[in-house]
């Protein structure tokens, strides 16, 4: 595995949606896994969700439960984040990260995307 590269990302309203993607590279292994972290101006980096690339199984931070959504394309290493009902709070540097997860629910980080910024507007 070496970096993923997200795409997607800018500009929205509150309530409105977004979906980034995010393209791994190499190939996948035992308890691979993927996930989207974000960080504000001025704060931590958070975890947002993460998948356990061959269950599917998910996660997902309180915030953005029943908003955001996690899937893959296993056959594309591509994974995606679509948001939905976003708020302005939502506003942050969306990052794309691959490593592994195991037990399931502990997701460890081996690479980290670029970022790409979210912004929602009022």
């Known amino acids: 595995q070496r970096q993923p590269v997200e795409s997607g990302g800018g500009l929205v309203q509150a309530g409105g949606s977004l979906r980034l993607s995010c393209a791994a590279s190499g190939r996948t292994f035992t308890n691979f896994a993927m996930g989207w972290f974000r960080q504000a101006p001025g704060k931590e980096r958070e975890l947002v969700v993460h998948i356990h690339w061959s269950s599917g199984t998910t996660f997902y931070a309180d915030s953005v439960k029943g908003r955001f959504t996690i899937s893959r394309d296993t056959a594309k290493n591509t994974l995606f984040l679509q948001m939905n009902s976003l708020k302005p709070e939502d506003t942050a540097v969306y990052y794309c990260?691959?490593?592994?997860?195991?037990?399931?629910?502990?997701?460890?980080?081996?690479?980290w995307g670029q970022g790409t910024q979210v912004t929602v507007s009022s």
């Open positions: 990260a691959a490593g592994t997860a195991w037990p399931v629910a502990n997701f460890r980080v081996d690479y």
